[in-house]
Structures are given as structure tokens and as C-alpha cells.
């Protein structure tokens, strides 16, 4: 594990980083605020805590005690071997453990693509209390299996099975100095001003370094390979749930969106039109402003 931080806000930021064990693993943190309410926030693939550098202070100001971790595999934190190592169950494990550790006495999980499958699931097993759950741009499990069987969603879905190939997506993405990981924001995006050249260096320097690629890919082989994302009994969903989506979402379709309800009773759905499926980055204002009418 490479001990160097992958971000180094400024000081007046009042952000800091921090190491952090949880379930086995070293996290690399980013921490902000103080008190007995914790707003985790996870980011999604292939991203960082990073993604959050805009609604971090907010989320200050609302109260809260921010985290936001770099998952297992991603920037600094631990990149243990196989496949195995990236199944749901076990990243929900991590999930908990930083709840634990926190000492909160509520908690809102704030997440977002990758880490928003992650919510989902800690949701509906209800692996740990939550007063209240935010997701951005990943459906509820039960509408994305019903929406997998659809070609206009399969066709979007392209990627995950390319990347069951052992070693070539790794070569693929790392290549010209992980010049296609910041393709994957630029070219989603909408609004491309939202992706200044620096912003997309610290995505592809985390990338690349030792193992990174492989742990960052080895989330969809093992989400394929084993059932956990499967056994979700009823998914239900007990806590109060915002949805914030961009509908330009090239990679979900917003059709995924529909009857979510039926699985989440309390759901407050946000669609952002003209903004991508990096939402939070791309359009911080407008989500910021949803955050502070439902969290404030």
C-alpha cells in the first residue's frame, strides 16, 4: 500500500485526511466536521473520495461529521488480491465498520455509482441503522435485474461484461498513462468545463497506481461471479431515501428510475436534466441545493 494521500486539500478547506482501519483494510479518509451525526459518503468507480470535494462542506454546514473514504482498491487505501476480496457482502463489511468506528449516533449514507450499489444493499439487509439514505445514479437491485433484460439497457451495460476478461481491461484503462479513465468523465460528461485537466490527473495518477486497476475491476468480477448481489430477499427499503439522477446518463438508463417506490415506500426522486452520471461533480449547485432542502 502505496502511504501517500491520492488528495491533499487545502488547509482552509477543513478537510484532512486520514488512515483508518476497517474490516481488515487501511482506508485513506477524508474528514471534515465533528459531533455525533455522520454523513458517509461513497464514491463510485472510477472515482474517489474526491468526488465528494463539493458537497463535503456543505454537509459541514448542515451539521454533520463528513467521511468519505477510498474504498478497498481505490487511491492509497488497501488493495488486497482476487476476486473474492470485492464481493458486496464484504464491502458492506467495510461500510460497517467505519459506521462503528465513527461512534455516530445517526448516520446518512450519502452515495453515488459503485458506492451506491454498496448503500443499496446495507439498506435492504439492514447491516446497521440509518436514519436516512441518498443515492445518485444507481437504481434500486430490483429495478436494475428487471431492467437487465431489456436491450436498450444491456446495450448500456457493455462494460461490465468486458471487463470479466482476466488482464486486458486492466491494459486497456492503464495504458497512455490511464489516459481512459479520464475519457470515462470527460466523454460522459455533459458540461465538460466540470473536468478541468487537474481534476481528471487525480483520477488517472490514482489509477495507476501498483494494483489499483485490477482491485477497481475485480468490483464488477466478483458483483458476476457470486450472489450476493442476488440474495436481497423482498428489498425492501425501511428508511427515508432521496434519489438525485442525471438523465443524460449514458451508461443507466433513466427508465431504471421507474417503480422504485414499490421497493422504497419513503423516496424523494430528483431528475436533473442535462446533467450526466457524474452528477454530483458536474452539476454540485443544483444537488447541493436538493441536499439542503431534504438534509437541512
Same mark, same amino acid.
Given at each position: 500500500?502505496?502511504?501517500?494521500?491520492?488528495?491533499?486539500?487545502?488547509?482552509?478547506?477543513?478537510?484532512?485526511?486520514?488512515?483508518?482501519?476497517?474490516?481488515?483494510?487501511?482506508?485513506?479518509?477524508?474528514?471534515?466536521?465533528?459531533?455525533?451525526?455522520?454523513?458517509?459518503?461513497?464514491?463510485?468507480?472510477?472515482?474517489?473520495?474526491?468526488?465528494?470535494?463539493?458537497?463535503?462542506?456543505?454537509?459541514?454546514?448542515?451539521?454533520?461529521?463528513?467521511?468519505?473514504?477510498?474504498? $478497498?482498491?481505490?487511491?492509497?487505501?488497501?488493495?488486497?488480491?482476487?476476486?473474492? !476480496?470485492?464481493?458486496?457482502?464484504?464491502?458492506?463489511?467495510? /461500510?460497517?465498520?467505519?459506521?462503528?468506528?465513527?461512534?455516530?449516533?445517526?448516520?446518512?449514507?450519502? !452515495?453515488?455509482?459503485?458506492?451506491?450499489?454498496? !448503500?443499496?444493499?446495507?439498506?435492504?439487509?439492514?447491516? &446497521?441503522?440509518?436514519?436516512?439514505?441518498?443515492?445518485?445514479?444507481?437504481?434500486?437491485?430490483?429495478?436494475?435485474?428487471?431492467?437487465?433484460?431489456?436491450?436498450?439497457?444491456?446495450?448500456?451495460?457493455?462494460?461490465?461484461?468486458?471487463?470479466?476478461?482476466?488482464?486486458?481491461?486492466?491494459?486497456?484503462?492503464?495504458?497512455?498513462?490511464?489516459?481512459?479513465?479520464? &475519457? !470515462?468523465?470527460?466523454?460522459?460528461? /455533459?458540461?465538460?468545463? $466540470?473536468?478541468?485537466?487537474?481534476?481528471?490527473?487525480?483520477?488517472?495518477?490514482?489509477?495507476?497506481?501498483?494494483?489499483?486497476?485490477?482491485?477497481?475491476?475485480?468490483?464488477?468480477?466478483?458483483?458476476? $461471479?457470486?450472489?450476493?448481489?442476488?440474495?436481497?430477499?423482498?428489498?425492501?427499503?425501511?428508511?427515508?431515501?432521496?434519489?438525485?439522477?442525471?438523465?443524460?446518463?449514458?451508461?443507466?438508463?433513466?427508465?431504471?428510475?421507474?417503480?422504485?417506490?414499490?421497493?422504497?415506500?419513503?423516496?424523494?426522486?430528483?431528475?436533473?436534466?442535462?446533467?450526466?452520471?457524474? /452528477?454530483?461533480?458536474?452539476?454540485?449547485?443544483?444537488?447541493?441545493?436538493?441536499? &439542503?432542502?431534504?438534509?437541512?
Amino acid at each position: 500500500m502505496d502511504d501517500s494521500f491520492s488528495w491533499n486539500p487545502a488547509p482552509e478547506s477543513g478537510i484532512t485526511m486520514q488512515w483508518m482501519e476497517a474490516n481488515g483494510q487501511k482506508l485513506e479518509v477524508a474528514t471534515a466536521g465533528e459531533g455525533k451525526k455522520l454523513a458517509l459518503c461513497l464514491h463510485g468507480f472510477p472515482e474517489l473520495h474526491y468526488s465528494w470535494r463539493h458537497q463535503i462542506p456543505l454537509l459541514v454546514e448542515l451539521g454533520y461529521k463528513v467521511w468519505a473514504p477510498n474504498l $478497498r482498491g481505490y487511491g492509497g487505501s488497501s488493495k488486497p488480491e482476487g476476486v473474492e !476480496a470485492y464481493r458486496l457482502n464484504t464491502l458492506v463489511q467495510d /461500510v460497517a465498520a467505519l459506521i462503528d468506528a465513527s461512534g455516530a449516533e445517526e448516520v446518512t449514507l450519502i !452515495a453515488h455509482d459503485w458506492g451506491a450499489i454498496i !448503500a443499496w444493499h446495507f439498506a435492504i439487509l439492514k447491516t &446497521r441503522p440509518l436514519t436516512r439514505l441518498v443515492i445518485m445514479n444507481v437504481p434500486h437491485p430490483k429495478c436494475a435485474q428487471r431492467e437487465l433484460k431489456h436491450w436498450y439497457q444491456l446495450k448500456k451495460s457493455w462494460y461490465i461484461f468486458f471487463f470479466q476478461l482476466p488482464r486486458i481491461p486492466e491494459w486497456f484503462l492503464g495504458r497512455h498513462g490511464a489516459k481512459r479513465i479520464k &475519457r !470515462a468523465f470527460s466523454r460522459m460528461a /455533459v458540461d465538460k468545463s $466540470r473536468f478541468p485537466e487537474k481534476d481528471l490527473q487525480i483520477y488517472a495518477d490514482a489509477a495507476s497506481r501498483p494494483g489499483a486497476l485490477r482491485s477497481m475491476i475485480n468490483y464488477y468480477r466478483a458483483l458476476l $461471479r457470486t450472489p450476493d448481489a442476488r440474495c436481497i430477499g423482498d428489498g425492501m427499503v425501511d428508511v427515508p431515501t432521496l434519489m438525485v439522477w442525471g438523465e443524460e446518463d449514458s451508461a443507466i438508463d433513466i427508465r431504471c428510475t421507474d417503480g422504485t417506490e414499490e421497493w422504497v415506500p419513503n423516496l424523494e426522486l430528483h431528475r436533473l436534466p442535462g446533467v450526466s452520471h457524474w /452528477v454530483q461533480q458536474e452539476a454540485p449547485e443544483k444537488v447541493n441545493a436538493i441536499l &439542503r432542502d431534504s438534509l437541512g
